[in-house]
């Protein structure tokens, strides 16, 4: 995405396929549920709703605290260039079925009059492994929780153990990638030198830029060790302050029946699973409604609400889904005035 231009994109198949299976989804779980348990709930969080925007406002400033701590050339990424960047790609993300293939490279595209492709890509790349570290964290001891702490019907324990098993292998992964340093491309690069020949050198200048990237993220951790404690500690309170936001949520809907902090803990566990797996969906249509309502109805709770959470968090959503597309549509008149 040039910064002199708004990116555009078309709807594919999939896209189209993606939506109409979650706006199917999303009427038959309303169908189940009723209108008046989500009219009230809405009714119930009222202004609260300025809260909850404030809370994931909150959550951005967290990751963009953590990419700017990522950066490394000079001039380094601030605060206020990690931040709208952020805020636009996730809009990208939520609005098109490309999911993190259009935030991220979006985001990175939206700091280009800043610092190089590279070295944007570089850090939000370092960042997300970060990230998904803690997700990953999230995910699986909200699955334990659940299992241990809850009845749950048969087929939601396989699904849980599934993902618990995929969250184990993604963790383990990632702690490879940053500890092991096994350098693939550089492998490449090496094998391609010792076989010499104009051919050959023609390959390693394509793999030039790769050879680099590589090395940027390996040798972060070796180069800022300082930095790995406090970027881990922001992605926590990121994961924190979504809790945080639940929790004040269930307190809205349900006053002093609102549920204990475990409970809370595995909602949101779930609501990152269902993120993370179904990030296609535009806004996660449909799937967060039906997912959310089933797992409430098996915690126990009152029916709909899960319903009413699913689409208060649409709400929220789509208010910082309108921010984006304002720094999306603002950088590209800006772009075109510079042009």
């Given at each position: 995405?040039?910064?002199?231009?708004?990116?555009?994109?078309?709807?594919?198949?999939l896209?189209?396929?993606?939506?109409?299976?979650?706006?199917?989804?999303?009427?038959?779980?309303?169908?189940?549920?009723?209108?008046?348990?989500?009219?009230?709930?809405?009714?119930?969080?009222?202004?609260?709703?300025?809260?909850?925007?404030?809370?994931?406002?909150?959550?951005?400033?967290?990751?963009?605290?953590?990419?700017?701590?990522?950066?490394?050339?000079a001039?380094?990424?601030?605060?206020?260039?990690?931040l709208?960047?952020?805020?636009?790609?996730?809009?990208?993300?939520?609005?098109?079925?490309?999911?993190?293939?259009?935030?991220?490279?979006?985001?990175?595209?939206?700091?280009?009059?800043?610092?190089?492709?590279?070295?944007?890509?570089?850090?939000?790349?370092i960042?997300?492994?970060?990230?998904?570290?803690?997700?990953?964290?999230?995910?699986?001891?909200?699955?334990?929780?659940?299992?241990?702490?809850?009845?749950?019907?048969?087929?939601?324990?396989?699904?849980?153990?599934?993902?618990?098993a995929?969250?184990?292998?993604?963790?383990?992964?990632?702690?490879?990638?940053?500890?092991?340093?096994?350098?693939?491309?550089?492998?490449?690069?090496?094998?391609?030198?010792?076989?010499?020949?104009?051919?050959?050198?023609?390959?390693?200048?394509?793999?030039?830029?790769?050879?680099?990237?590589?090395?940027?993220?390996?040798?972060?951790?070796?180069?800022?060790?300082?930095?790995?404690?406090?970027?881990?500690?922001?992605?926590?309170?990121?994961?924190?302050?979504?809790?945080?936001?639940?929790?004040?949520?269930?307190?809205?809907?349900l006053?002093?029946?609102?549920?204990?902090?475990?409970?809370?803990?595995?909602?949101?566990?779930?609501?990152?699973?269902?993120?993370a797996?179904?990030?296609?969906?535009?806004?996660?249509?449909?799937?967060?409604?039906?997912?959310?309502?089933?797992?409430?109805?098996?915690?126990?709770?009152?029916?709909?609400?899960?319903?009413?959470?699913?689409?208060?968090?649409?709400g929220?959503?789509?208010?910082?889904?309108?921010?984006g597309?304002?720094i999306?549509?603002?950088?590209?008149?800006?772009?075109?005035?510079?042009?």
């Amino acid at each position: 995405m040039p910064s002199s231009a708004s990116p555009g994109y078309r709807l594919s198949p999939l896209g189209i396929a993606a939506a109409l299976g979650g706006l199917a989804l999303f009427a038959w779980t309303l169908q189940r549920t009723g209108l008046d348990p989500v009219y009230e709930g809405i009714r119930k969080v009222g202004y609260g709703f300025v809260v909850i925007l404030a809370f994931a406002g909150l959550r951005f400033l967290m990751r963009g605290l953590a990419w700017a701590l990522c950066a490394e050339d000079a001039p380094r990424l601030g605060l206020a260039d990690t931040l709208p960047a952020l805020v636009a790609g996730d809009a990208l993300g939520n609005l098109t079925p490309l999911g993190l293939l259009a935030s991220e490279p979006a985001k990175a595209a939206f700091v280009r009059h800043r610092v190089s492709l590279m070295s944007a890509a570089s850090a939000i790349t370092i960042e997300n492994l970060f990230y998904t570290l803690t997700v990953a964290l999230v995910i699986g001891g909200g699955t334990v929780s659940l299992l241990l702490l809850f009845e749950v019907p048969r087929t939601l324990q396989q699904v849980s153990l599934v993902a618990l098993a995929a969250m184990i292998g993604i963790f383990v992964t990632g702690i490879v990638v940053l500890t092991s340093q096994i350098r693939v491309v550089a492998r490449v690069v090496d094998a391609i030198d010792r076989r010499g020949g104009s051919t050959v050198s023609g390959w390693r200048s394509r793999l030039a830029k790769l050879l680099e990237f590589e090395e940027r993220i390996y040798g972060f951790a070796s180069r800022h060790p300082g930095r790995i404690v406090p970027v881990l500690l922001l992605e926590i309170a990121f994961h924190v302050l979504a809790i945080a936001e639940l929790w004040f949520t269930l307190r809205l809907l349900l006053g002093d029946a609102a549920p204990g902090l475990m409970t809370t803990f595995v909602l949101e566990a779930v609501n990152r699973t269902i993120t993370a797996v179904f990030k296609f969906v535009p806004l996660r249509l449909g799937v967060d409604e039906a997912g959310t309502e089933l797992l409430t109805r098996t915690l126990g709770l009152d029916t709909g609400l899960g319903v009413t959470m699913a689409i208060i968090r649409k709400g929220r959503m789509l208010s910082w889904t309108a921010v984006g597309v304002a720094i999306l549509v603002r950088r590209g008149l800006a772009g075109r005035r510079a042009g």
